[in-house]
């Protein structure tokens, strides 16, 4: 892999990916396509006119008719201002039992909203928070994390197990932590991925954006491979731990919940790639004492994924599996927020289309998140790791 990155400098391109010696996912533009052939790599051909592609996803959008149990808003992509109408619905589904909450405000100042409901035992007990959408560009994440929340929802009352689970901890779902970055890429750059605040005047730079999940106030400077100094680079960390706004009200939010109930499962989910990533991120040769658990857990929940559509998802420690990363969320949720599980995880798929996923692969990557998840709440107190095997590492 580094001989091919020593060749890409010699090219204009934009990286969407990369696994540790195996590959890199790029966007090149078509007046460097001939300069990108002659460097004789080894490549196979994501989109072949990506504009075509994004044109075919936008277009996409069915009309929604404002039912919670329509299933026909996941045949599509939708605008932010109808995600907000839909986790309404989904209030107005489980009134009494839930409650539309905010984690803060954008840098545009969009309000981060979000649900939290619970069960017959009421509000208070242990908390598993679900959020997405750090990442402006990753649009199957918002999709998943609502039919997550649909799920539950209406299989309270219906389903012993779903119930279970609603009446044994309470849940916080927040869909967009980086509104503004997401409206852009429904406004003016598909692929754009930060948040959109102005560099440092310091700098003297007219870039945009801090990558809010390299902005933690955990480990931020601990790892030089792990985030950069850069502006204008797609993982700038800002100019300090938490200068981002967006990241900041999430954070306090982790803090209240470890102080009050106890933080149970904490997830951030992204795309694209297929892994299930456990503690640590900055340090690919430090192990946490409880990663044995976190890997069988993470081993049973993509198998259970795999039985939906065959969808098969790599887990392990996050930068051993694939690279190390400074100032990440799942890494402050286990070490500052005490999360008893604390994961991240990326979607579907594995490069074919990257992030401009087909609206048609909505249903199955949500249908097999709703597996894993499953699986894994009812194991979250449970005793099915025995130090042996994968996962005792």
């Given at each position: 892999?580094?001989?091919?990155?020593?060749?890409?400098?010699?090219?204009?391109?934009?990286?969407?990916?990369?696994?540790?010696?195996?590959?890199?996912?790029?966007?090149?533009?078509?007046?460097?396509?001939?300069?990108?052939?002659?460097?004789?790599?080894?490549?196979?051909?994501?989109?072949?006119?990506?504009?075509?592609?994004?044109?075919?996803?936008?277009?996409?959008?069915?009309?929604?008719?404002?039912?919670?149990?329509?299933?026909?808003?996941?045949?599509?992509?939708?605008?932010?201002?109808?995600?907000?109408?839909?986790?309404?619905?989904?209030?107005?589904?489980?009134?009494?039992?839930?409650?539309?909450?905010?984690?803060?405000?954008?840098?545009?100042?969009?309000?981060?909203?979000?649900?939290?409901?619970?069960?017959?035992?009421?509000?208070?007990?242990?908390?598993?928070?679900?959020?997405?959408?750090?990442?402006?560009?990753?649009?199957?994440?918002?999709?998943?994390?609502?039919?997550?929340?649909?799920?539950?929802?209406?299989?309270?009352?219906?389903?012993?197990?779903?119930?279970?689970?609603?009446?044994?901890?309470?849940?916080?779902?927040?869909?967009?932590?980086?509104?503004?970055?997401?409206?852009?890429?429904?406004?003016?750059?598909?692929?754009?991925?930060?948040?959109?605040?102005?560099?440092?005047?310091?700098?003297?730079?007219?870039?945009?954006?801090?990558?809010?999940?390299?902005?933690?106030?955990?480990?931020?400077?601990?790892?030089?491979?792990?985030?950069?100094?850069?502006?204008?680079?797609?993982?700038?960390?800002?100019?300090?731990?938490?200068?981002?706004?967006?990241?900041?009200?999430?954070?306090?939010?982790?803090?209240?919940?470890?102080?009050?109930?106890?933080?149970?499962?904490?997830?951030?989910?992204?795309?694209?790639?297929?892994?299930?990533?456990?503690?640590v991120g900055f340090n690919c040769t430090y192990y946490v004492p409880t990663l044995g658990q976190h890997i069988a857990l993470a081993q049973i929940a993509s198998d259970a994924i795999r039985e939906v559509e065959g969808v098969t998802f790599t887990y392990g420690p996050s930068c051993a599996t694939l690279y190390p990363t400074t100032g990440g969320s799942f890494d402050y949720a286990y070490a500052i927020?005490?999360?008893?599980?604390?994961?991240?995880?990326?979607?579907?798929?594995?490069?074919?289309?990257?992030?401009?996923?087909?609206?048609?692969?909505?249903?199955?990557?949500?249908?097999?998140?709703?597996?894993?998840?499953?699986?894994?709440?009812?194991?979250?107190?449970?005793?099915?790791?025995?130090?042996?095997?994968?996962?005792?590492?």
């Amino acid at each position: 892999m580094a001989s091919v990155q020593q060749k890409l400098r010699g090219i204009k391109f934009d990286e969407w990916n990369s696994v540790r010696n195996k590959h890199i996912d790029i966007a090149v533009s078509p007046d460097q396509i001939d300069r990108f052939k002659k460097l004789n790599l080894d490549y196979h051909v994501m989109h072949k006119d990506l504009s075509k592609s994004i044109s075919v996803e936008s277009a996409a959008n069915h009309v929604w008719k404002r039912q919670v149990d329509d299933l026909s808003w996941y045949n599509s992509y939708h605008p932010y201002e109808d995600h907000k109408a839909y986790f309404k619905a989904l209030h107005e589904a489980f009134p009494n039992n839930s409650k539309l909450v905010s984690s803060g405000t954008s840098h545009e100042g969009r309000e981060i909203f979000g649900i939290h409901f619970w069960g017959a035992n009421g509000p208070g007990q242990p908390a598993v928070l679900w959020h997405g959408t750090v990442h402006a560009r990753e649009w199957i994440v918002a999709p998943v994390l609502e039919y997550l929340t649909l799920q539950l929802i209406k299989g309270y009352g219906v389903d012993n197990t779903t119930t279970g689970f609603v009446d044994k901890y309470d849940f916080w779902v927040f869909p967009f932590v980086n509104p503004d970055g997401f409206v852009y890429t429904q406004t003016t750059e598909r692929l754009w991925r930060k948040n959109r605040q102005p560099a440092p005047q310091a700098t003297n730079s007219t870039c945009y954006g801090r990558d809010i999940n390299r902005n933690w106030p955990y480990k931020w400077d601990a790892n030089p491979l792990g985030a950069s100094t850069d502006p204008c680079s797609q993982t700038y960390k800002g100019a300090e731990p938490a200068d981002t706004p967006e990241m900041q009200g999430l954070h306090k939010l982790v803090d209240q919940l470890r102080d009050s109930s106890g933080l149970k499962l904490y997830i951030d989910w992204h795309s694209y790639s297929q892994y299930f990533l456990a503690p640590v991120g900055f340090n690919c040769t430090y192990y946490v004492p409880t990663l044995g658990q976190h890997i069988a857990l993470a081993q049973i929940a993509s198998d259970a994924i795999r039985e939906v559509e065959g969808v098969t998802f790599t887990y392990g420690p996050s930068c051993a599996t694939l690279y190390p990363t400074t100032g990440g969320s799942f890494d402050y949720a286990y070490a500052i927020g005490k999360a008893d599980w604390s994961y991240l995880i990326e979607l579907r798929d594995t490069g074919d289309y990257g992030f401009i996923l087909p609206a048609q692969q909505i249903k199955g990557s949500a249908a097999e998140q709703w597996e894993g998840v499953k699986m894994m709440l009812s194991l979250l107190d449970g005793t099915f790791f025995d130090g042996a095997g994968e996962a005792a590492l």
